[in-house]
């Protein structure tokens, strides 16, 4: 059900949606990050973010995204060579 390959594309799904997430709504990104915080640590919930940090979590989205789409593009070609279409 869940071969390597499998769990490979998932991942890079994962990644591609976290990371877009992280892009566009960044605010919200550190927000789920606070809530499960709040579950081992007191005063969570009083964090505000500076405005650099959000900054950097948008950066981090971008290149998780592009991570994501990398290993996507990577696995195409890996399946082409792989089924004898070698490209010149």
Do not use: H
């Not at 960044?26 to 789920?32: A, C, D, H």
């Not at 650099?52 to 060579?81: H, K, P, S, T």
């Amino acid at each position: 059900m869940f071969g390597r390959a499998n769990c490979r594309r998932l991942g890079a799904v994962w990644a591609i949606a976290q990371g877009l997430f992280a892009l566009v709504a960044p605010r919200w990104s550190v927000e789920v990050t606070k809530r499960l915080l709040e579950t081992n640590y007191e005063n969570a919930d009083e964090l505000e973010p500076r405005p650099a940090y959000l900054r950097q979590v948008r950066a981090l989205g971008i290149g998780l995204a592009a991570a994501g789409l990398a290993n996507v593009a990577m696995d195409v070609v890996a399946e082409r060579d792989a089924d004898g279409d070698v490209a010149e």
